[in-house]
């Protein structure tokens, strides 16, 4: 069954090749030459289009990348470096309880053990996890390889090399202050 519509068929393009040979000067026989069909551009108005769908271009490429950029090159944090910080408050640290509270670069636990009031710091010396307060047990525990630090950041066991910093922390009015130890 003969196909209908093949425009690779030899015939066609054998037809196109005689009716459309171009010559020398740009001109397609049959045609405008190339100067003629260029009368009536308006160039500055395609090279003011240009630049517009340039800036369009590189405003989303900005865009894009701006936070591509922020999030491989992290803003560089400004630590404080104070010797005594008011953290919070006091009734945020119940009796039997400890809370952790950003401190200079460190992070520091404050423990209320029945309503005597110790500080450490939080970052385990072994692979720098958080530890937290076990009341039941009466230790601080660091949960990522089970090392165990009195209330006052000594070693009791587990794989760590050195005890938790020690801080200063007392109440001022309802304030909680941390200080260097
Ligand atoms: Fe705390 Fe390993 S990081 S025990």
Not at 53 to 64: I, L, N, P
Not at 92 to 114: H, L, Q, R, S, W
Not at 153 to 164: D, T, V
């Amino acid at each position: 069954m003969a196909q209908q519509g093949n425009f690779k068929s030899p015939a066609r393009m054998g037809g196109l090749g005689e009716s459309a040979s171009a010559s020398s000067s740009g001109a397609v026989s049959g045609g405008k030459p190339r100067e003629d069909g260029l009368k009536g551009v308006n160039f500055e108005r395609r090279s003011f289009l240009g630049k517009v769908v340039g800036g369009v271009g590189a405003a989303v490429a900005v865009s894009t990348l701006y936070p591509v950029v922020k999030y491989i090159i992290p803003p560089v944090k400004e630590v404080t470096n104070v010797n005594e910080m008011v953290v919070g408050k006091a009734s945020e640290v119940p009796e039997n309880t400890g809370k952790i509270y950003p401190f200079n670069a460190d992070k520091v636990i404050v423990i209320n053990d029945n309503g005597k009031l110790t500080a450490c710091s939080a970052v385990c010396t072994h692979l720098g996890c958080l530890v937290r307060w076990e009341d039941k047990d009466n230790l601080i525990f660091c949960p990522c390889h089970g090392a165990k630090y009195q209330q006052t950041g000594e070693i009791i066991s587990g794989p760590q090399p050195l005890p938790l910093t020690p801080y200063a922390v007392r109440v001022e009015g309802d304030d909680l202050v941390i200080s260097k130890a």
